[in-house]
């Protein structure tokens, strides 16, 4: 259980947390943002995924090179508690916040999440990034293939929007069509990927 005479330290540490959703992991560099232990620190994390206010999309790797990061990313299971950890109290203020897109992008990677477990399905779900500045912000494997998706909180379309996705599909031949889910209405044909609303994220992965 969470020391209560570290209480103070622990809010800290959620808001801290917040702050960094969708971002890598690094347990040192948190810790000492909040003045405490690695140790301490991955103590509290367990807590959290225990008690599935948190979980962890872990980035694949298999037949990828050794050049790849391998440190997981941090999400919340309620986009509400961290726009409250943030200090957003309105869609108004979130519209505006610096942090949107990593908000927009874990609305996104739970809605996946769920889908995938109230089907009664493995969520096979990671991310990929490499040394060289390669990253897909989410990858769904289906059987032998690995569906690369872009999340994007903008409301207009751009075409750079697949970049990430063409890059990963030239890298392995395990790649499949891709996938852009963003904030925006327009749904424009791509050679490489189709284009999602977020509202259509769970017909998806379900």
């Known amino acids: 259980m969470i020391n209560l005479r570290r209480l103070a330290d622990f809010e800290n540490f959620m808001r801290l947390l917040a702050g960094r959703i969708g971002q890598l992991v690094n347990l040192s560099s948190l810790a000492n943002d ?19 206010v948190v979980f962890r999309l872990t980035p694949y790797f298999e037949n ?15 986009v509400g508690l961290a ?13 505006r916040d610096p942090l949107i897109g990593s908000l927009f992008e874990n609305m996104v990677v739970l809605e996946a999440l769920k889908a995938r477990l109230n089907a009664g399905r493995e969520p096979h779900l990671y991310f990929y990034r490499d040394r060289q500045s390669c990253e897909v912000d989410l990858l769904f494997q289906e059987e032998r293939r ?6 994007k909180s ?12 063409e890059r990963f599909q030239q890298m392995t031949s395990s790649a499949a069509r891709g996938y852009v889910i963003y904030a925006g209405d327009l ?3 791509l050679a490489n990927a189709d284009v999602l609303h977020f509202a259509d994220t769970a017909t998806l992965f379900s």
């Open 34 to 52: 909040v003045g405490v232990s690695s140790t301490t620190l991955k103590e509290w994390l367990s807590v959290l995924e225990a008690s599935y």
């Open 64 to 78: 990828l090179g050794k050049r790849v990061v391998k440190s997981p990313k941090i999400y919340f299971t309620d």
């Open 83 to 95: 726009s409250y950890l943030l200090g957003i109290e309105s869609p108004t203020v979130a519209g």
């Open 146 to 151: 690995l569906v690369p998706i872009e999340i």
């Open 154 to 165: 903008a409301m207009t379309f751009h075409s750079d929007f697949v970049r990430s996705i």
């Open 187 to 189: 749904t424009p044909k």
